[in-house]
Every structure is written in structure tokens, then in C-alpha cells.
């Protein structure tokens, strides 16, 4: 089955400043790549996603890139805000995108 | 975007009871719902798909006899937690997909004492 690994699992910084998060994935069938946000205690929340077809996709602050050659993706936040502080999961599906395989999940943290 | 809604938010129970959480699609008709387990600071793991009218299928590791799972209507899946015992303590969440995206439900928290 799949397996997505995901770095860092912790990742503080300063307001201002951009994170990145990388992911890869072991299933080259895999074709939709969704980033979510979590909250503690609340449901994951859809932030961005890329197709396979894709090589890049960006709304507003956050971007996202796919390379289907390396299996790997990755989210790039610039000009974090505290308010983005969460943890944020990478997942990789097929056909289904509510059936994922998720990620372990990268604890982000903006200091003001 | 669709929402899903799920029932209870949180419960506690003692070992050796059942617990039903419900799985609602409120604006759209999900055949196929998906549930997850999310143990404290961990990913989110899938155990079983639910197909409306027919069987569910589940994950490797997960007992089909112990976590019920119902797909009765279009608009509902609901997953029973049989015999329940401290170690099934985790947050429980369904999804649902809608024009190719992802719906969670808001999650329910399982204690079991």
C-alpha cells in the first residue's frame, strides 16, 4: 500500500518568515496530494491540494509543489502569521480523496 | 464547500459497553464514507471504508467485528465500537468526498473507562 513520510515533524518560526514542509510518497499510482490543516481537537481542514497533472499550485501565501518523478511534494507558507500555527499534514490518494493515506504530521509554530 | 457532520462530539463510557457514532452527509449523498482513528499527537489512521447498501471494507489490523460499521442511507454511515475497552480511547473521524475534495466530520472523542 502507500506509505507518505513526512519532515520535519517539529518546525518553529520567527512571524514574518516562510516554512516549508516536504513530503513523499511510495505509490506512483497516487494521484491527488492534499495538505491539510488541524487544530487540536478539530477536524483537518483543507489549505491547498495538487493533481498529478500538475506541477505547482499557489493561493495567495501558500504554494505547493509536486514532483512525480521523485515522489515528493512539498508546501512552502511565506509571510507566516502566529495564526498559522497548527499541525499540518500531507496525504496522497487515489481516486478517492477521502481515502488517504496521511502523513505523521509537522507540529508548525510563528513566534510574533 | 460540503459539510459533514458526526455525533456525539465527545463520549466516555465504561469497558465492555458499545458506543454508535453517527457519519452525516448534509448537503450531498456520500455512497462511499471513510473513517479514520487519531490517537493523542498522531496521524490520521484509516480503518474501514463504508459502502452504502453493501459491506464495509476495512484496513489491515482493524477487527470488522469489533468496529461495527453501517451504511444504511445515502446521507449516513455509523460506526459502532463493540465491547469498548481503554485502549480504544482515540478521536474518531468520518470523511466524505464532494466534487473530488475531502470532507472531515468535526471528529468524536472517545474515553473509555
Known amino acids: 500500500g502507500e506509505n507518505v513520510e513526512q519532515h520535519p515533524s517539529t518546525l518553529s518560526v520567527q512571524e514574518g518568515d516562510s516554512a516549508v514542509i516536504k513530503c513523499t510518497y511510495s505509490?506512483?499510482?497516487?494521484?491527488?496530494f492534499p495538505w491539510y490543516k488541524q487544530e487540536l481537537g478539530k477536524r483537518p481542514q483543507l489549505i491547498i491540494d495538487?493533481?498529478?497533472?500538475?506541477g505547482e499550485k499557489k493561493d495567495q501565501r501558500i504554494a505547493v509543489t509536486l514532483n512525480k518523478t521523485a515522489k515528493h511534494f512539498s508546501l512552502h507558507i511565506t509571510e507566516t502569521q502566529p495564526e498559522d500555527s497548527a499541525v499540518y499534514f500531507c496525504?496522497?490518494?487515489?481516486?478517492?480523496?477521502?481515502?488517504?493515506?496521511f502523513g505523521d504530521g509537522t507540529t508548525l509554530t510563528v513566534k510574533p | 464547500g460540503a459539510v459533514v457532520s458526526q455525533h456525539p462530539s465527545w463520549v466516555i463510557c465504561k469497558s465492555g459497553t458499545s458506543v454508535k457514532i453517527e457519519c452525516r452527509s448534509l448537503?450531498?449523498?456520500?455512497?462511499?464514507m471513510f473513517w479514520y482513528r487519531q490517537f493523542p499527537k498522531q496521524s490520521l489512521m484509516l480503518m474501514a471504508t463504508?459502502?452504502?447498501?453493501?459491506?464495509?471494507?476495512?484496513e489491515q489490523g482493524v477487527e470488522k467485528d469489533k468496529f461495527l460499521i453501517n451504511h444504511a442511507s445515502l446521507t449516513l454511515s455509523t460506526l459502532t465500537v463493540t465491547s469498548a475497552h481503554p485502549e480504544d480511547s482515540s478521536f474518531y473521524i468520518c470523511?466524505?468526498?464532494?466534487?473530488?475534495?475531502?470532507?472531515f466530520g468535526q471528529g468524536t472523542r472517545l474515553t473509555v473507562v
Open positions: 496525504a496522497a490518494s487515489y481516486t478517492n480523496a477521502g481515502k488517504s493515506t
Open positions: 463504508s459502502n452504502e447498501g453493501s459491506k464495509a471494507t476495512y
Open positions: 470523511s466524505a468526498e464532494e466534487n473530488t475534495e475531502a470532507f
Open positions: 448537503d450531498f449523498q456520500a455512497t462511499t
Open positions: 495538487i493533481r498529478s497533472n500538475v
Open positions: 505509490d506512483s499510482a497516487s494521484n491527488y
